[in-house]
């Protein structure tokens, strides 16, 4: 591989005045992978200042390198600024100075037991030296001390409640839109202790606290809005409905600035989150139904919107519990018939109002770490001895505290300078790796994060792989994916360590040579984006070596690793892992009801795994882009991105008209969005609880560690736990989940989430406290664990009888003593039969559907992350027809309408989304009028071609585009009609109804009751 050079710099032998290549240039082949790996090129040679027709770039993941801490500071030790991840929004004025003065707090006991924090941290004057760590000056001031007051705590009922009816429950997401409305001073709310009680709702913005010193100012990447929202610099423009059917042209409300209130140090330059952020570019003043938690609080679903102020507990974003009180023995445990799991999304989007996670720099010491498990310094950890040791709340070991971190302790027995301190007052936080963490590609990491070698961090190296076969050319799937790779090359993260690489595959690989310009490697990829569609426009070649193919990529990355893009449309059917339909024999074995039908949805070839184990163990992450007609075996091709941390993209049937705007914003998503590479993760228990498994996209060599190539803020672990000894009740149950990663800008970081929940020993506690989002999202995914193991039936009644047993262990040892006949449901989970039925006719566990299909749905549910996985089986319904009602609403998005067809009426439009495709369905009364303002048509029966310029139009498509954000997806439109197949579609989705899946909600919840009483029985 060519080695970085600095931009503008020349390179040796190449002629800086040579002018750009001609325009019917036919780049050369070369024969082997060697010579594609010196080819790649670094794109910021010769870079334009601007490119035409654009706007201003953005900022690809927003991992900025830390920056050296000015002399005269006085925060944290090395303090770096934050992650340009989701954070204050622009145009924000600095964040003001807080006087280090305020009333004292109690003093505490000196024998406190480590556990949670109390209080909300604070400063303290220090009269006694403290070293810190090299590089940094110690705090001699403290922020202010705000007054204590406890959250106002209010357990549920420990009685039961009627199950929910169709149309009589409430809303099943919860989701809050986008608010608008004047920008406003936040108000200061009073601080707290820590609780595991439900949430605490403030109204206001996050509290006032210390402030750590201003970060100096360093240059920052530029930023521009992201092509499916407006730049917050432009006036709000009326959206298209051209936008809305395949455009990528997708506007948002104008943005207001807004104050902030962190008590971290600012962000030099502010910056909107990253493209496709699921809140959008938009900045709004806190409204009363936005919710502000303490990290100690949890039970607020997923779906819901809130901003959370971190004080000890990482957010919920970032990890979540099935059951937000541990129980403290296994037999506990499997009387509730619950899960005890963790669902972690290490790299997740912070709401734009929360503060960015905060980057610390020990220098070559590295981060301060327990000396028996390896845990990491954290805001649990009790500090004993003046300072001078601190008890590990992972393992319960007393360690020495390192010198040069040794800091005297207040009269609260916490650490004068806590509060100065990230790591010590915040649940989630990053530290700079030493030389220590630093391992070459293919090294065995042995110990998190200790590696076998010392190398540098590897380059953002991005490599595309075209499918040029003859299908590929004549369905436009080829020229649909050379334009979109040609669009997102400005995305790519600026720097002299990022590398671009390309080649095309039918039944031969095709390297090309870019050397002869090395000065105008951008304008020849660009040409030769332009030109492969035509070079291969002739071909008669159907045959697709695709396991070649990503072999020989793999081969040019070996010495590197990065991100392999493959755009796929035909089933590989020559060389290497080259496959034979078994979509017939499917077809065949699932209508005769065969018990071994399932074992289709396994890879038809262990050659292709194989190859994906050696790819994770040389850091090569692989997405897959599935643009097909027909039948591809995704339960084969899926084994190597679910291996290598990467993820498939179905678009079945492909058509370039309506899906290249979709293949282009999902592109240009998986390359700008927030993620890390070459990471290693690892999840610690307190004493008594261990890991069982993980489940995700990763690579897993070793019981305790998983290896993730590629890691982003949408991937989600499920982490199964276990008991292996009895808990004390009362105590706290501490997991802490450490990412081991390297940034787009080639900087080791280790991202520490921590979480504390309390342990009891009372049955009914489990009941109150478990979280239904996250208990559904455990279900679905050991649902999709299964359906390549297990006939559908088989699966349907496992995924029956784990919600019967939970229900039955609440009636039994919970509820109150009430009439037989009346079917109880905790509070907690009373939607979680409703969730259940849902499930059971999703694409995944019903009988009709391609095997295709069925492959790729649990291969996107294996990352999915908890907020999309009740929206996948149990989609959202708006009615779009009386958008003109909504005059003066704030909120963009309508009430959400149950699932069920007595809710659907035939003058009515609506608008059905599940995360990852979007229907629209035409009643077959509509009124003309109203087709005629929405889509300027006034018949069904006649196709959409443009939008008018009405306000019921412009309000359709803000809809659409909220719900694309919020979903970090394009969604793609299908327009479904009454009486046709598309209508057929639309109405399987009425989960609620009877239909060939399954029964109705109401017979399902019958079904349970009768279950249940024979069990009582």
Partial sequence: MAAPVSPGAPRPGANSQQPPPPRNVNPNYQTNPNSLADNMQNLNLNRPVSMPNSGPRPSPFGQQPPFPQSGGSAGFPGALPPMARPGPPPGMMGRPAVPPTGPPQSALPANVPPGRPLGQPSGHSSPFGSRPPPGSLSSSTGGAVLPSSAFPSSGAPSGGVAPPMPGARPNVFMSSPPLTGPAAPLSRAPAGPLSNGPPAIVS??????????????????????????????????APTMRSVLGSPAITSPPVQPMPSASPFSAVPQARPPPPGSPYGPQTWPMQPQQEILSTGCFGLPA?????????????????????????????????????????????????????????????????????????????FMKFIDQGRKFICNLCGFTDETPRDYHCNLGPDGRRRDADERPEL?????????????????????????????????????????????????????????????????????????????????????????????????????????????????????????????????????????????????????VGIGALSSREAEGRTNISAGEKEAHKLLLPADKILKTMAIEFAEYQVCVDVFVTTQTYVDIASISVIPRTTGGQVYYYYPFSAVSDSAKLYNDLRWNITRPQGFEAVMRVR??????????????????????????????????????????????????????????????????????????????????????????????????????????????????????????????????????????????????????????????????????????SFWFNYVSSLSTPLAV???????????????????????????????????????????????????????????????????????????????????????????????????????????????????????????????????????????????????
């Fill in 425 to 573: 007052c915040r649940g989630a936080v990053e530290f700079v790796a030493s030389k220590e963490y630093m391992g070459s590609p293919g090294a065995f990491l042995v110990s998190l994060f200790l590696a076998s070698a010392v190398r540098d961090p590897m380059p953002a190296v991005y490599f595309f792989l075209i499918d040029v076969s003859m299908n590929a050319i004549q369905t436009g799937a080829t020229a649909a994916a050379c334009s979109a790779i040609n669009q997102v090359i400005s995305d790519l993260p600026e720097g002299p360590r990022t590398l671009v690489g390309i080649a095309t595959f039918d039944s031969t690989i095709h390297f090309y040579n870019l050397k002869r310009a090395l000065q105008q490697c951008r304008q020849h990829l660009e040409l030769l984006l332009e030109n492969i569609p035509t070079m291969f426009q002739s071909s008669t070649t159907a045959e697709s070596c695709f396991g070649a193919a990503i072999k020989a990529s793999y081969l040019a990355m070996k010495s590197t690793g990065g991100k392999l893009l493959v755009f796929q449309s035909v089933m590989p059917s």
């Fill in 685 to 854: 228990c307190s004493q008594g609880i261990q890991v069982q498994d993980y489940s995700g996209n990763f690579c897993k060599r070793i019981p305790t560690d998983i290896d993730l190539p590629g890691i982003d803020c949408d991937k989600c672990i499920l982490v199964t736990l276990k008991h292996d000894d009895k808990l004390q009740d009362g105590s706290e149950c501490a997991f802490q989940c450490a990412l081991l990663y390297t940034t787009v800008y080639g900087q080791r970081r280790i991202r520490v989430t921590n979480l504390s929940l309390p342990c009891t020993n009372m049955l009914s506690n489990l009941f109150r406290s478990a979280d239904l989002d996250t208990q559904f999202a455990c279900l679905l995914k050991r649902a999709a664990i299964e359906i390549p193991t297990s006939p559908l039936v088989q699966v349907r009644e496992q995924v029956t009888n784990r919600c019967i047993n939970i229900l039955f262990s609440y009636r039994k040892f919970c509820a109150t003593v009430s009439s037989s006949g009346q079917l109880i449901l905790p509070e907690a989970l009373k939607l979680l039969p409703l969730y259940t039925l849902a499930l059971m006719k999703s694409t995944g566990l019903r009988n009709d559907g391609r095997i295709d299909d069925r």
């Fill in 303 to 379: 779906t819901s919107d809130y901003v959370v102020r971190d004080t000890g507990n990482c957010s919920p974003r970032y990890m979540r519990c099935t059951i937000n009180q541990i129980p403290c023995t296994a037999d506990l445990l499997t009387t509730s018939s619950m899960q005890l799991a963790l669902l972690v999304q290490p790299m997740a989007l912070p709401h734009p109002s929360e503060d960015p996670i905060q980057v610390v720099d020990f220098g070559e010491s590295g981060p301060v770490r327990c000396s028996r498990c390896k845990g990491y310094i954290n805001p």
């Fill in 204 to 237: 206001g913005a996050l509290p006032g606290a210390p402030q750590f010193p201003l970060a100096p100012s360093a240059s920052q990447p530029p930023v521009g809005p992201p092509l499916t929202m407006m730049s917050a610099r432009a006036p709000a423009q």
């Fill in 871 to 1017: 929206p996948l089986v149990y989609p959202r319904m708006f009615a779009i027809h009386n958008l003109s009602t909504k005059e003066g609403d704030e909120s963009v998005l309508p009430p959400i309408i149950p699932l069920s067809s007595e809710h659907v009426c035939d003058d009515g439009i609506y608008f059905l989304e599940n995360g990852e495709d979007a229907l629209i369905y035409f009643g077959s009364s509509v009124d003309s009028s109203i087709l005629q303002q929405l889509f300027g048509f006034t018949s069904v029966d006649e196709a959409p071609t443009q939008q008018y310029d009405n306000p019921l139009s412009k309000k359709f498509n803000d809809v659409v585009n909220v719900v694309r954000r919020q979903r970090c997806s394009y969604l793609r439109l299908t327009l479904c009609k009454k009486g046709d197949p598309s209508g057929m579609l639309f109405f399987s989705c009425m989960v609620e109804d009877k239909n060939a899946s399954g029964p109705s909600y109401v017979e399902f919840l019958v079904h349970i009751h009768r279950q249940i009483q024979m069990k009582m029985s």
